[in-house]
């Protein structure tokens, strides 16, 4: 009973079987071999974007510094969600990577933005030389409380940008199950909508460890390859990353294990509804956030589940549960058959 996180699943079969197969003689390094060509090829095709350039890294974190590094000045602000991951869970990779431009953050219900707090928000910044001056907006797609932007929601928020003379990044570690959950082309809910680079996400859809960085301005592409390259992220034996990435975009895997995720997760809706159980968000991809009775948490825990302790109402726990590729439907009657 694994629900603590979609990186703590296992790396799917497929995965495995193109790694091995790249692994038979040699191949240039940095990115030359013609696996990542492939990638890149693949992933234009994916998003309708005959113009992005693709550059594979091996972290989120990497990929959500560098991109952001590449668009917003030291003196700038980043403006994203109060709760975003680059906000709560990279360190400060954000700040050391753009050398101190800072986060402005946002509120919004259910880990979306709130539009009006944006434009606020705003207006109130980059007003003088001695103010913090407007640099990027940054998007989490799904949001780190398991809610989907649809691809009206992104644009209105990218025009909110775009009035005030900024780029737009979105952190799509979990890119794949919102595509799923929206049925949406996603080039609706990247560059159709506005969006200029794409943090494009592997490793919690059922890779090893490799991101993609989608940067749909190619003239981006120079100084985001010179970042990488400094900041320690350009791997020399890139088809490992390349094969992974490849595999997963091949054949709608990428879709298809994030659908299956996101059904997971679904079942578990169910399930909890029906045992009485709230949760705090609504449930549109693979995560959930439901507060049960106290004492909940040590028996599922006894009985093998895993999962993360999050704040709840008096009276209740609060739990983070995270569905991926490789959650059976056993799994997640034997959580409902403890409550």
């Given at each position: 009973?694994?629900?603590?996180?979609?990186?703590?699943?296992?790396?799917?079969?497929?995965?495995?079987?193109?790694?091995?197969?790249?692994?038979?003689?040699?191949?240039?390094?940095?990115?030359?071999?013609?696996?990542?060509?492939?990638?890149?090829?693949?992933?234009?095709?994916?998003?309708?974007?005959?113009?992005?350039?693709?550059r594979l890294v091996a972290t989120g974190t990497a990929a959500n510094?560098?991109?952001?590094?590449?668009?917003?000045?030291?003196?700038?602000?980043?403006?994203?969600?109060?709760?975003?991951?680059?906000?709560?869970?990279?360190?400060?990779?954000?700040?050391?990577?753009?050398?101190?431009?800072?986060?402005?953050?946002?509120?919004?219900?259910?880990?979306?933005?709130?539009?009006?707090?944006?434009?606020?928000?705003?207006?109130?910044?980059?007003?003088?030389v001695h103010n913090q001056q407007r640099g990027m907006l940054s998007?989490?797609?799904?949001?780190?409380?398991?809610?989907?932007?649809?691809?009206?929601?992104?644009?209105?928020?990218?025009?909110?940008?775009?009035?005030?003379?900024?780029?737009?990044?979105?952190?799509?570690?979990?890119?794949?199950?919102?595509?799923?959950?929206?049925?949406?082309?996603?080039?609706?809910?990247?560059?159709?909508?506005?969006?200029?680079?794409?943090?494009?996400?592997?490793?919690?859809?059922?890779?090893?460890?490799?991101?993609?960085?989608?940067?749909?301005?190619?003239?981006?592409?120079?100084?985001?390859?010179?970042?990488?390259?400094?900041?320690?992220?350009?791997?020399?034996?890139?088809?490992?990353?390349?094969?992974?990435?490849?595999?997963?975009?091949e054949d709608n895997r990428w879709l298809d294990w994030a659908a299956?995720?996101?059904?997971?997760?679904?079942?578990?809706?169910?399930?909890?509804?029906?045992?009485?159980?709230?949760?705090?968000?609504?449930?549109?991809?693979?995560?959930?956030?439901?507060?049960?009775?106290?004492?909940?948490?040590?028996?599922?825990?006894?009985?093998?589940?895993?999962?993360?302790?999050?704040?709840?109402?008096?009276?209740?726990?609060?739990?983070?549960?995270?569905?991926?590729?490789?959650?059976?439907?056993?799994?997640?009657?034997?959580?409902?058959?403890?409550?």
């Amino acid at each position: 009973m694994i629900f603590n996180s979609d990186n703590a699943a296992p790396v799917p079969p497929a995965v495995l079987a193109a790694l091995s197969k790249a692994n038979h003689g040699g191949a240039p390094g940095y990115g030359a071999d013609d696996l990542t060509q492939a990638v890149e090829a693949l992933m234009r095709e994916v998003l309708r974007a005959p113009d992005a350039v693709v550059r594979l890294v091996a972290t989120g974190t990497a990929a959500n510094a560098l991109s952001l590094a590449a668009f917003c000045p030291p003196w700038g602000t980043v403006f994203c969600h109060e709760h975003a991951h680059i906000a709560e869970d990279e360190c400060g990779a954000p700040e050391f990577y753009t050398h101190g431009a800072r986060l402005s953050l946002i509120p919004g219900a259910h880990g979306r933005i709130d539009a009006s707090a944006l434009a606020r928000a705003i207006e109130a910044s980059g007003a003088s030389v001695h103010n913090q001056q407007r640099g990027m907006l940054s998007l989490t797609n799904v949001t780190e409380a398991g809610t989907v932007y649809s691809a009206a929601q992104t644009a209105a928020l990218v025009d909110l940008a775009r009035a005030g003379g900024m780029p737009v990044h979105l952190d799509g570690a979990r890119f794949a199950n919102a595509v799923a959950a929206t049925g949406t082309h996603p080039a609706e809910l990247t560059w159709r909508a506005g969006v200029d680079v794409l943090s494009f996400g592997g490793t919690k859809n059922g890779l090893m460890g490799v991101e993609a960085v989608v940067l749909f301005d190619p003239e981006r592409a120079w100084e985001f390859d010179l970042r990488r390259k400094r900041g320690g992220h350009l791997l020399s034996k890139g088809r490992y990353l390349a094969a992974q990435m490849l595999a997963m975009l091949e054949d709608n895997r990428w879709l298809d294990w994030a659908a299956h995720a996101n059904g997971m997760a679904a079942r578990l809706v169910h399930g909890l509804s029906a045992r009485g159980i709230a949760l705090a968000h609504p449930v549109e991809a693979n995560i959930l956030f439901p507060h049960w009775p106290q004492g909940t948490s040590a028996r599922l825990r006894a009985a093998g589940a895993t999962f993360h302790d999050m704040p709840a109402p008096e009276g209740f726990e609060g739990a983070r549960l995270v569905t991926s590729w490789a959650t059976t439907e056993a799994e997640v009657e034997a959580l409902l058959h403890l409550l």
